[in-house]
């Protein structure tokens, strides 16, 4: 049984930083690539970036240069870094691995 299980959300002020975790359990799945997706509400969920196993990684434009995405391919586990957050930062965050996801992890950002 696979379980991608987050932690790391909470609620900060507009500049702050929080890193979000996943941590991948289970055999039968391909975890070359893992990622973080976000869903605001009435909105779709979107990409947030997205990390092999060889660390080569994507974001979308609007986290470039506050996000990092890392892993520890040893421990299956998957890392978001996220500063000088904003406002439009605030949604469930959820990391993915092959055709798996995680439960989410709130992340809200006041002004």
């Known amino acids: 049984q696979v379980q991608l299980v987050e932690s790391g959300g909470g609620s900060v002020q507009a500049g702050g930083s929080l890193r979000l975790s996943c941590a991948a359990s289970?055999?039968?799945?391909?975890?070359?690539?893992m990622g973080w997706y976000r869903q605001a509400p009435g909105k779709q969920r979107e990409l947030v970036a997205l990390?092999?196993?060889?660390?080569?990684?994507v974001y979308t434009d609007s986290v470039k240069g506050r996000f990092a995405i890392s892993r520890d391919n040893a421990k299956r586990t998957v890392y978001l870094q996220m500063n000088n957050l904003t406002p439009e930062d605030t949604a469930v965050y959820y990391c993915?691995?092959?055709?798996?996801w995680g439960q989410g992890t709130q992340v809200t950002v006041s002004s």
């Open positions: 993915s691995a092959d055709s798996f």
């Open positions: 289970g055999s039968d799945f391909n975890d070359d690539v």
């Open positions: 990390i092999k196993r060889t660390g080569q990684s």
